[in-house]
Nanobody, 114 residues
Framework: VQLQASGGGLVQPGGSLKLSCSIS????????IDWDRRVPGGSRALVAR???????LYVPSVKDRFIISRDNTETTVYLQMNSLKPEDTGVYYC?????????WGQGTQVTVSS
């Protein structure tokens, strides 16, 4: 499987960005699709998840600001990010979870700064 994240950029605090994760197969082939973030000098950490049954999960720091969704073709998963804060800065990756194994793609840089 191939995953490609896109849509990152530089945005001012309080702004919005919409990230896209293009997947070479249907996202429903997998148990879940995650959006993770890696901060400078840190490890990747989960930001949001959409499961096969469309249930969603958000870490507390982004709850009520970020929305994860998939499109009608089910080959793209989005992360709508609103009310962005400087601490949201990092490289965002999407990953697919299948049978306990993760499949990763290249990330996209998000920088929140004035």
């Amino acid at each position: 499987v191939q995953l490609q994240a896109s849509g990152g950029g530089l945005v001012q605090p309080g702004g919005s960005l919409k990230l896209s994760c293009s997947i070479s197969r249907s996202s429903r082939d997998f148990e879940a699709i995650d959006w993770d973030r890696r901060v400078p000098g840190g490890s990747r950490a989960l930001v949001a998840r959409i499961s096969r049954d469309d249930s969603t999960l958000y870490v507390p720091s982004v709850k009520d600001r970020f929305i994860i969704s998939r499109d009608n073709t089910e080959t793209t998963v989005y992360l709508q990010m609103n009310s962005l804060k400087p601490e949201d800065t990092g490289v965002y990756y999407c990953s697919a979870l299948d049978g306990g194994q993760y499949f990763w793609g290249q990330g996209t840089q998000v920088t929140v700064s004035s």
